[in-house]
């Protein structure tokens, strides 16, 4: 047997106690020391607290243990990336906090990190005021350097606590100020479940926040109703003087009925008789908003008290009804016994009505044509951005003839796609007589921009192009469509064939052109036949759709086509993507050759139309249909047929694919000034 005084004994006998033994002063027998003679304690030989603070990160999960041992139970697992503030240095462990207690976790498992931990958010948010000056520091703890003071009464918002440190925003950056200088307010109020309204019982405090210790920034008269938009202890919420504030509730009175004026039973009109204070509610205590000139005339919505409600500056408002005269009639001009036309000789103001008091909405532009429909002193009546306006008639000549298109070189014949307006214009801003129904056939007069002249309900309307498909009054055209496929081609051959149009591939992915493109479209023109271009798609995402779309529009610049430019849908990569993505492609090349200024269409087979794409979203959109067979079936609306891949054409070495026109596309384009033209 050995004596040992004062030292402290590790034990490592295999099936005995391991561990730390600390005997301080004592002597103490050890040869194997038998476990059931030894009671494990919970007390560690605590570390030294660090000289300043540290902080660290997991580099794993680690063990958190009840001492600083691996022979210490652990009591729970810190997660990857953890941070934490170490206290103490034990050997190999560092002492920590972890769920609400002191553990300890292996060195190895943690970097050193010169960061904080940030704070966690409180769980609601905390208001304060410095109860002195008190130092902004860059981190929760005083190592840290302070980068502003900030000064006594800054009331703040705190978003987070760490320690004896509040966190929160100051001068722009995120900051810690020590909890002991500062006190914590009342919380702004939620908003009442629904809105209440109240009248002071005497002169009133309305304060920044809900609670004495705000500052007061007005004072509320006695007798002033409110609207109550939150409840926050003893204090309401309300707008005094344009801004949120808060009033104690022992100063108010609810009411039960909010002090706005029942609407007249009729519009009445009035005038002022002097300039008069628009108030922002119907009494002398409401905040004035702004000043209605003297002779200004109005709209009368409502009546209460000595008040009347009316809109101003847009937004609604209160005036004094003995600063205002009644009249019995609106100022409203009466409607002209005919139609006039005038055109602006400079830009012009549009108002709400026919006086210079009333408020401009918008301006017209010089050279704008209109429909004149009312005379009003010295204002026109029209119609400007889907609403009614008056302008000066000093800043538009009137003119006799009605802005009419010039009549088109040739007779065009259409079918409505859709019902679309009839106008008395060729402008959207012109009225609508009627509505055309889907499918009706008409003969156009006239193009005028974007719109044909027609004759409907016996008179002359006018209807938007894009609503209508040019037929050619029953009369199919004979084409075909060709690639590199068919090699060279006779087109002189072709031509004295019948053909006298022919869609040509142009290219195809996103960087090949059809090597017969060039001397297909040259040739072809040369001989008299109308060509059109398709491009061959293998896109399966917008951004590639995109980017084979920039491509062919680049290869079209240039030239001139007849009969539309077509995106070709077909490829089997296409034919396994979903149809909210077929149809984002299938409308990137569609917009996007529309934006370039050319008439768009797409080509795919009748399964692809009716089960593939959603056909209902390409209603607006031209369709070349594939489908051989002495006639088709499908049953929307087909403006070149595909009907053979098997066709013979002169001047064509074997098969060539066969199409039928149903609508004369080269006058269309060329009317539209669309593909080149």
């Known amino acids: 047997m050995k004596i040992i005084r004062g030292i402290t004994l590790l034990i490592i006998s295999i099936g005995l106690i391991t561990g730390v033994m600390t005997i301080p002063g004592a002597a103490v027998a050890y040869n194997n020391v038998s476990s059931s003679n030894v009671a494990l304690i919970t007390l560690e030989p605590t570390p030294a607290t660090v000289a300043q603070t540290l902080y660290g990160v997991t580099t794993s999960s680690t063990s958190v243990r009840t001492g600083a041992h691996v022979n210490y139970s652990v009591y729970a697992t810190m997660p990857t990336g953890y941070k934490m503030t170490i206290t103490g240095v034990a050997g190999t462990f560092y002492r920590v906090t972890y769920n609400d207690r002191t553990g300890y976790i292996s060195s190895s498992d943690v970097t050193l990190i010169t960061l904080e931990p940030t704070p966690a958010t409180v769980a609601q948010t905390l208001y304060g005021v410095t109860t002195s000056s008190t130092s902004v520091r860059t981190g929760a703890h005083v190592n840290y350097s302070v980068y502003a003071t900030m000064p006594t009464g800054y009331k703040m918002t705190i978003t987070g606590v760490a320690g004896p440190f509040y966190r929160v925003t100051y001068n722009d950056r995120t900051g810690y100020i020590s909890s002991s200088d500062v006190t914590i307010l009342e919380p702004t109020p939620a908003t009442v479940s629904q809105t209440l309204y109240g009248v002071t019982t005497s002169s009133t405090s309305v304060r920044t926040g809900a609670h004495v210790n705000y500052s007061v920034y007005a004072t509320m008269p006695t007798g002033y109703k ?152 010295t204002f026109y009546r029209v119609t400007y951005s889907d609403r009614t306006g008056y302008v000066s008639s000093s800043d538009v000549t009137l003119i006799t003839v009605e802005p009419t298109p010039a009549t088109v070189s040739q007779t065009l014949y259409g079918v409505t796609t859709s019902s679309t307006s009839v106008r008395t214009g060729a402008h959207v801003n012109y009225s609508v007589y009627a509505t055309m129904p889907t499918g009706y056939k008409m003969t156009i007069t006239g193009v005028a921009g974007t719109f044909y002249r027609v004759t409907y309900n016996n008179k002359s309307g006018y209807v938007s192009s894009s609503d209508v498909t040019l037929t050619v009054n029953n009369v199919k055209i004979k084409g075909i469509d060709v690639s590199k496929w068919q090699g060279t081609i006779n087109w002189s051959s072709v031509k004295s064939d019948g053909v006298q149009f022919a869609m040509l591939r142009s290219s195809y992915g996103s960087s090949s052109v059809d090597p017969m493109f060039e001397t297909n479209y040259a040739a072809a023109k040369a001989n008299g036949i109308e060509v059109g271009a398709y491009h061959y798609s293998y896109a399966t995402t917008v951004a590639q759709a995109t980017k084979e779309a920039n491509f062919w529009i680049s ?27 077929l149809m984002d492609i299938a409308l990137t090349y569609l917009n996007m050759l529309e934006q370039a200024g050319y008439y768009p269409m797409i080509y795919a087979n009748k399964n692809w139309f009716t089960s593939v794409l959603d056909d209902s979203m390409l209603t607006s959109y031209d369709h070349w249909l594939a489908q051989y067979a002495s006639s088709y079936t499908y049953t929307g609306t087909v403006g070149i047929w595909q009907y053979t891949s098997t066709g013979t054409v002169k001047g064509i070495n074997g098969s060539v694919d066969m199409d039928t026109s149903f609508v004369d596309y080269a006058s269309q384009i060329k009317a539209l000034h669309l593909n080149g033209y």
């Open 226 to 377: 409110m609207t109550i938009t939150g409840v926050a202890g003893t204090f309401y919420r309300v707008t005094y003087s344009d801004r949120t504030g808060y009033v104690s509730s022992s100063d108010v009175t609810l009411i039960t009925v909010e002090p706005t004026p029942a609407t007249v039973s009729q519009t009445l009109y009035g005038v002022t008789t002097s300039s008069t204070s628009v108030r922002t509610g119907a009494h002398v205590n409401y905040s004035v908003y702004a000043t209605m000139p003297t002779g200004y005339k109005m709209t009368i919505t409502g009546v209460a008290g000595t008040f009347y409600r009316v809109t101003y500056s847009d937004r609604t408002g209160y005036v004094s009804s003995s600063d205002v005269t009644l009249i019995t009639v609106e100022p409203t001009p009466a409607t002209v016994s005919q139609t006039l036309y005038g055109v602006t000789t400079s830009s012009t103001s549009v108002r709400t009505g026919a006086h210079v008091n009333y408020s401009v909405y918008a301006t017209m532009p010089t050279g704008y044509k209109m429909t004149i429909t009312g005379v009003a002193g």
């Open 555 to 581: 290869k079209l610049k240039g030239k001139q086509f007849d009969y539309p430019v077509c995106v070709d849908l077909e490829d089997s990569s296409q034919g396994t993507l979903d149809t909210k993505t």
